[in-house]
């Protein structure tokens, strides 16, 4: 279990990868709480305004392609190894995304289903991609 805990936590990471992941955990905060406000303003009717639609497609798009850069930023500083671990997980989760997802609209196509949110697939990658975090540290620590 402990080995399982230092995997999440990124034990054994230099102190640079720490605060390079700690500012793409940010991002990527940041712009999942982006999204879920965007979704509650839409459900009141809030975002029937044309410009505040366009304000909040905006913000949570700037946030998207910043937390894009730096996660860029921050695999181009990780050592090898590291590298790997992610690389191998985000192979995973974009794997597992396609599969699940054309396998959903076979049954989605013929009415077995109903239509997929993209919540739903979102959520299914950051899971996916976790465990293959865990796993790769794991297995290379």
């Known amino acids: 279990m402990k080995s399982i805990l230092d995997a999440i936590c990124a034990k054994g990471l230099p102190k640079r990868d720490l605060k390079n992941a700690n500012r793409v ?3 990527a905060l940041l712009w999942a709480l982006t999204l879920m406000f965007s979704a509650y303003l839409g ?3 809030v975002l029937d305004n044309t410009l505040l639609l366009i304000i909040a497609f905006a913000v ?5 392609i910043a937390m894009l850069f730096t996660y860029k930023s921050f695999l181009t ?3 090898e190894m590291e590298r790997k671990v992610q690389l191998d997980a985000l ?11 054309s396998s959903y609209s076979i049954l989605e196509n013929t009415g077995t289903v109903p239509p997929l949110k993209s919540a739903y697939l979102i959520a299914l990658i950051a ?3 976790m465990v293959g975090i865990i796993k790769g540290r794991l297995a290379y620590r």
């Open 43 to 45: 459900e009141t009717g």
């Open 25 to 27: 955990n940010l991002f």
């Open 91 to 101: 192979a995973l989760a974009v794997g597992v995304a396609i599969i699940s997802f």
């Open 77 to 79: 500083q990780l050592d």
């Open 127 to 129: 899971l996916t991609y």
């Open 60 to 64: 949570h798009s700037m946030i998207g």
